[in-house]
Nanobody, 122 residues
Framework: QVQLVESGGGLVQPGGSLRLSCAAS????????IGWFRQAPGKEREGVSC????????YYADSVKGRFTMSRDNAKNTVYLQMNSLKPEDTAVYYC???????????????WGQGTQVTVSS
């Protein structure tokens, strides 16, 4: 069964850090681009970042650029999202999904995980 599972969410104070993990089962992650997305209450789901399969290039939304870093560990079949300097507006459910290439079109992504909640609050 092809599946992505997110973990690492939680409650953190503004300015704090979290590292999210996206673990794959049933397929090899390094053949795919992996995207991170988030959905805040009452808002549409938005793209956060993406890492390509070919050369590991990473792409970030302007709202997280300089604060979030995406990486992959092919040996562990896992992709990570290191989130630093977190802000209350980063509060959302974070999802990972797979695609053949990094794209801004969400419908190109599949095998969506169940999501992990990130709450940034004092």
């Amino acid at each position: 069964q092809v599946q992505l599972v997110e973990s690492g969410g939680g409650l953190v104070q503004p300015g704090g850090s979290l590292r999210l993990s996206c673990a794959a089962s049933g397929f090899t992650l390094d053949y795919y681009a992996i995207g991170w997305f988030r959905q805040a209450p009452g808002k549409e789901r938005e793209g956060v970042s993406c890492i390509s399969s070919s050369d590991g290039s990473t792409y970030y939304a302007d709202s997280v650029k300089g604060r979030f870093t995406m990486s992959r560990d092919n040996a562990k079949n896992t992709v990570y999202l290191q989130m630093n300097s977190l802000k209350p507006e980063d509060t959302a459910v974070y999802y990972c999904a797979a695609s053949y290439q990094c794209t801004t079109t969400q419908v190109d992504f599949g095998s969506w995980g169940q999501g992990t909640q990130v709450t940034v609050s004092s």
